[in-house]
């Protein structure tokens, strides 16, 4: 998805610093800087990061347990651990991830749900986040943008082909490359 929104924005991936939802059964979140993931939603198991559609998100219940278990941690080093060294200053060393060039929907609910769009960017205009409602009622193509002319971040709708970057991956395996 990131690769085929760096194309449609006509800029190199690696120059750009993108947040992907993909929301459909599963769910999730994911900053990209660079080419890279610097952020997920996603945990240890599959019960952690956005709140899916039987999953719980969230926090993995069974991260005390594993952290007491695996990294001898006690229960006071553990809260704090969570209250104060976590979340993106835990991922990143630090708590602010610098400018956004786009927000991008992707997944089943992601690029078929005005309506979940709309919601999501709504309040975020101070961000230079803003839907516009006519784009985001029809979104088209491989890549749509559904933002407004002239917004300082893109929000763009992705068509999500999961098999076909399994395929690729594995060719990239397979290749050694």
Same mark, same amino acid.
């Given at each position: 998805?990131?690769?085929?929104?760096?194309? $449609?924005?006509?800029?190199?991936?690696?120059?750009?610093?993108?947040?992907?939802?993909?929301?459909? /059964?599963?769910?999730?979140?994911?900053?990209?800087?660079?080419?890279?993931?610097?952020?997920? +939603?996603?945990?240890?198991?599959?019960?952690?990061?956005?709140?899916?559609?039987?999953?719980?998100?969230?926090?993995?219940?069974?991260?005390? $347990?594993?952290?007491?278990?695996?990294?001898?941690?006690?229960?006071?080093?553990?809260?704090?651990?969570?209250?104060?060294?976590?979340?993106?200053?835990?991922?990143?060393?630090? /708590?602010?991830?610098?400018?956004?060039?786009?927000?991008? $929907?992707?997944?089943?609910?992601?690029? /078929?749900?005005?309506?979940?769009?709309?919601?999501?960017?709504?309040?975020?205009?101070?961000?230079?986040?803003?839907?516009?409602?006519?784009?985001?009622?029809?979104?088209?193509?491989?890549? +749509? +943008?559904?933002?407004?002319?002239?917004?300082?971040?893109?929000?763009?709708?992705?068509?999500?082909?999961?098999?076909?970057?399994?395929?690729?991956?594995?060719?990239?395996?397979?290749?050694?490359?």
């Amino acid at each position: 998805m990131a690769e085929k929104a760096a194309a $449609f924005l006509s800029r190199r991936l690696e120059e750009l610093s993108l947040i992907t939802l993909h929301l459909g /059964n599963g769910a999730s979140a994911t900053a990209i800087h660079g080419g890279m993931s610097v952020d997920t +939603s996603m945990g240890l198991t599959p019960l952690e990061g956005l709140m899916m559609g039987t999953r719980s998100g969230d926090v993995d219940p069974a991260l005390h $347990f594993y952290l007491a278990r695996e990294a001898g941690m006690e229960l006071d080093a553990i809260e704090d651990l969570l209250y104060t060294k976590s979340g993106l200053r835990g991922v990143c060393g630090t /708590n602010d991830l610098g400018r956004l060039d786009a927000l991008v $929907f992707t997944g089943g609910i992601g690029e /078929n749900s005005a309506l979940v769009r709309r919601m999501s960017c709504q309040g975020l205009d101070a961000l230079g986040i803003a839907v516009d409602d006519a784009k985001n009622g029809s979104p088209s193509g491989e890549v +749509s +943008s559904v933002h407004y002319d002239g917004g300082g971040v893109s929000v763009l709708v992705v068509r999500t082909n999961e098999e076909l970057e399994i395929a690729r991956q594995t060719m990239l395996l397979i290749r050694g490359s």
